[in-house]
């Protein structure tokens, strides 16, 4: 009684979902899956405090944002709180080195006496290789060693920023109607925009015929310039024009001949369409469910950057005694020792400097492996996070297809309850490759011909591996939040249905993915269009578009999410007055036009 699918139910892709007359949207009773995966996350969290508390425990940050005297202490903080600035005696000896021992010290700091200092000196001393009297040591060099200070013109800083929120809010405020107004305007867009394709493809049909024949006209023949380097010599023969008019014919033609026999698809993909921008109207708490993700995000990447840097800088500095001048006195036998400067009294220019941090303990030894752990756990945490966000707002989407009668029986907090859902239990997802090919690949890069092209493959390989599980993992969450079944089952459950409905899936995606597409430049361009300043106005594009990708996506996850229980609701009910559907009366036209399904019950 009037189920269409793009392929015999008993293929093998598995059968369709039977009918239960006791499901009506997410199950909330369901147990906690992926049990392994679960307590492999929970011990790579525990490991990731532990990793966090040694790095706090003998981490120092102040390494990196204080200069450290001769003697190790900081500029700026403690005792020299009101002195910032570090002063280099000799300038020179950062560059050349006469000490060879001092030099060849790993992570040797310029070999001269470093003081913390209020001000920069502003007059140009030169001290003897002698001069090492207390007198002496007081004099300085020119202001050019200092670090220029930064001055900012407040009222023009203030100014920018209030032009920038209020660009980021205008984006804001057209990235929202945009989704509203797509229930009532996505036909006309999606009409427009696929006969703009067509349209210009049909520009290109003409202007290649008229360069073929000015240049057929011209007799610019290929054979008369044969092979050259210089591929815009091409596009001055007739042969060229030609190629180029019979591949954009063959594919306007394609395009057209797709247009007229999967008008009915593109009607039914439109219907989501209009559908989701009604479950968003509904469900309005899904568009703040982006901030949740990036505050969560934020949470990740400030810990993963706090760690690193902890580790970074732990162990303690390491001094070591310097001849400043090794050609004076007995400063020949000076190679770089613990002992205080004191002990050579022969030496003038002997003294006790900060050479680098402890690179021996077994925090030290461990330091790489460490933050490579550092790394992993906080991909995965990242990852995490982003499938949370993805469950959470299909659970939520899922509800609102699966009440009978909308909006009455939407749940009271359909976010939330999604949410809740999905921390009851563990999902798993894959890692990009391209970050472990890119690791161990790009070192190699630079061999022969043959192998980048080999590479080049590998990575075009792993780049489709990448999209294909994306896709994979999409939609085995949005099954993961209906039914509560593990990664694996839901996975294999969504690909399976997604493959009978194979031609229904190309349609669907590729006319979102246009509607997205020009909604994304429609708030781009229309806000960064503006006559702002250079940087302000880079601030708002890239501000605009981050925030029409978090809309945007939030409305992406909800025409899949409406997608996969529309091809569910297919397979489960016939439409009868047994086995009602569940789509909206909207998409049950479209079937009911195209004869292959009956009209709804009226409720």
Avoid at 114 to 132: H, I
Avoid at 194 to 206: D, K
Avoid at 457 to 474: D, P, T, V, Y
Wanted: some cysteine; charged content about 15%; overall charge positive.
């Amino acid at each position: 009684m009037g189920k269409r699918r793009d392929s015999d139910p008993d293929s093998e892709y598995g059968e369709p979902a039977p009918y239960d007359p006791t499901f009506n949207g997410p199950i909330n009773k369901r147990g906690c899956t992926d049990i392994i995966c679960c307590i492999l996350f929970m011990a790579v969290i525990l490991g990731y405090m532990a990793v966090g508390i040694l790095a706090w425990l003998y981490g120092d940050p102040r390494h990196v944002l204080y200069a450290r005297n001769s003697t190790g202490w900081y500029c700026g903080t403690g005792p020299n709180k009101d002195k910032p600035n570090l002063f280099y005696f000799d300038i020179l000896k950062c560059a050349t080195s006469i000490n060879i021992m001092a030099t060849a010290l790993n992570g040797l700091q310029c070999p001269t006496t470093q003081v913390c200092v209020e001000s920069c000196p502003s007059t140009f001393w030169a001290v003897g290789l002698k001069a090492f009297s207390e007198e002496d040591k007081a004099k300085v060099f020119n202001q050019s060693l200092c670090v220029p200070s930064i001055n900012l013109e407040n009222t023009k800083f203030v100014g920018h920023i209030i032009v920038s929120f209020m660009g980021l809010l205008i984006a804001m405020v057209v990235s929202l109607l945009f989704l509203l107004l797509l229930r009532f305007t996505a036909p006309v867009l999606v009409w427009v925009l696929i006969l703009g394709v067509l349209g210009v493809g049909a520009y290109g049909i003409w202007h290649c015929y008229w360069e073929y024949d000015n240049h057929k006209q011209m007799s610019a023949s290929i054979n008369d310039i044969g092979f050259t380097t210089n591929f815009s010599v091409y596009l001055q023969v007739q042969e060229t024009w030609l190629a180029f008019l019979i591949i954009i014919s063959v594919v306007e033609a394609i395009l057209i001949l797709t247009l007229i026999f999967l008008r009915t698809r593109i009607l039914i993909a439109i219907a989501l369409i209009q559908e989701s921008s009604k479950a968003v109207s509904h469900i309005m708490s899904a568009l703040l469910y982006p901030v949740v993700t990036f505050v969560l995000l934020l949470i990740c990447v400030a810990y993963w950057g706090a760690t690193a840097l902890y580790l970074a800088t732990s162990g303690g500095p390491i001094h070591r005694v310097v001849a400043l001048n090794s050609t004076t006195g007995d400063c020949m036998s000076i190679n770089g020792t613990n002992f205080s400067s004191s002990d050579y009294p022969g030496c003038p220019s002997a003294r006790c400097i900060f050479i680098k941090y402890d690179d021996e303990s077994l925090l030290q030894k461990n330091l790489f492996n460490l933050q490579i752990y550092n790394a992993v756990a906080f991909l995965w945490c990242v990852n995490f996070v982003i499938a949370l966000g993805q469950c959470t707002l299909a659970g939520a989407f899922a509800s609102y297809y699966w009440a009978f009668n909308k909006p009455d029986d939407i749940p009271m907090f359909p976010v939330s309850g999604g949410f809740i859902r999905s921390l009851r239990r563990s999902k798993i997802k894959f890692r990009r490759c391209q970050i472990i090919t890119g690791y161990f690949i790009c070192p190699i890069e630079a061999q022969n011909p043959v192998a980048r092209f080999i590479l080049c493959c590998m990575k075009c390989c792993l780049w489709c591996l990448e999209k294909f599980i994306k896709f994979l993992n999409r939609n085995a969450y949005i099954m993961i939040a209906i039914y509560g079944k593990n990664f694996c089952v839901s996975a294999k459950n969504a690909f399976s249905l997604l493959m009978r409905n194979v031609v229904r899936v190309v349609v669907l995606d590729k006319v979102t993915d246009l509607l997205l597409f020009f909604g994304k430049l429609l708030v781009v361009g229309g806000v960064g269009k503006d006559d702002f300043r250079a940087l302000t106005r880079a601030t708002v594009v890239f501000g605009s578009y981050l925030i029409a990708l978090g809309f945007f996506s939030v409305y992406s996850m909800c025409v899949d999410t409406l997608f996969l229980c529309f091809l569910e609701d297919l397979e489960r009910n016939d439409g009868s007055l047994q086995k009602p559907y569940f789509m909206s009366k909207n998409l049950m036209k479209i079937l009911s036009k195209s004869n292959k399904a009956p009209k709804r019950d009226k409720r």
